[in-house]
């Protein structure tokens, strides 16, 4: 019964900044890990952001000082501020929710995903 809907997805160029949001229909939101994923063609699925429940972040050294990841518990909502894109960060987003207030618990639930591309 939990849900997560991402939003924000699109095409920008290189160099370029988006914000993508993720509404999470979860009774206990502000007591669990949230994260960000990424998959591209032909690659891993990556985590490229989490925040736990006392709103610490993490990030992947590829995005470190370019993206910053958020939540509003009051909006149930996690977000992720894309800045200085390349064409390394063009893939299929996804959002996902822990089951626990720290993120070494991994993560249970998976959105179904919002595609951001990158021109030149």
């Known amino acids: 019964q939990v849900q997560l809907v991402e939003s924000g997805g699109g095409s920008v160029q290189a160099g370029g900044s988006l914000k993508l949001s993720c509404s999470a229909s979860?009774?206990?939101?502000?007591?669990?890990?949230m994260g960000w994923f990424r998959q591209a063609p032909g690659k891993e699925r990556e985590r490229v952001a989490s925040?736990?429940?006392?709103?610490?972040?993490w990030y992947a050294d590829s995005v470190k000082g370019r993206f910053t990841i958020s939540r509003d518990n009051a909006l149930k909502t996690l977000y992720l501020q894309m800045n200085s894109l390349t064409a390394e960060d063009a893939a299929m987003y996804y959002c996902?929710?822990?089951?626990?207030?720290?993120?070494?618990?991994?993560?249970?639930?998976w959105g179904q995903g919002t595609q951001v591309t990158v021109s030149s």
């Open positions: 979860i009774y206990s939101f502000s007591s669990v890990c």
């Open positions: 925040i736990n429940a006392y709103s610490q972040a």
């Open positions: 996902a929710a822990g089951g626990s207030s720290t993120c070494a618990a991994g993560f249970r639930y």
